[in-house]
């Protein structure tokens, strides 16, 4: 009887854990609901383009709630928070991926600087590259590179081919790209030298593409290699110096 009865208490806390689990579950309601929190002047918009977000599984709810948590909290202005999820809002509404938004956002958070900076980034002597930018960049790489080298993105309910990939895998190398060329032009280094930011690129794609579960397959890391060249990767890097120039 003993031993049934500890069984028994057994199954009654792995049932209240995995309770306790399914109730913890974030959905997007829970991250509009925590948008709240902030007085937004453009909240439909950015609800709206945040369920774009969720369904196209650009965004996940738990991350991002999380993020508007912190966002709510920081002692920054408003404007300024109303401003990154605005960038993060047009970032979707223009079929990008954001990744690469979020992550520097939270890495911004978490070192304490201020939220103007994350946005608008820093011309000074240490170059950052805000928000902005970065949302630029991004465009600037999927239209200026991939799609002018015929490598495309299906729909939802494309067929895949070799140059036009399914949207997680051409939303990987969108951001990654972009993250190397926005690295380097926070590093200084000349956008003319384009053998080096290939260099650059080929080292981060052959390397997520080398892991025991590859970030990026290795056929999309060979398409892109052999499709670009190190003067289209110049011409990118200039405009995205620009970008720092007109912000």
Known sequence: MTHIRSVAVALIVVAAAAYLALGAVVTPNDVYHALDKIPLTHRSEIVHAFGVGFSLGRLVPDRTLQLVNRLAADKGTTADKEGILLTIAHALEDDLPVTLLIDKTEEGLARNVPLYVILNGSGGTVRILGLVQREKALVAVRDDLLYAKGIFCISRTGQATA?????????????????????????GASPL????????????????????????????????LARIKPADLTEVTKKVYGFINKS
């Open 163 to 187: 140059t036009s990939l399914p949207r997680t895998r051409f939303d990987r190398i969108v951001t990654e790209v972009a993250d190397v060329i926005c690295d380097y032009v926070e590093s």
């Open 193 to 224: 030298d384009g053998h080096l930011i290939y260099q650059q690129v080929q080292t981060r794609l052959e390397n997520l593409s080398q892991l025991r579960q590859p970030v990026i397959l290795p056929e999309d890391a060979a398409l892109v």
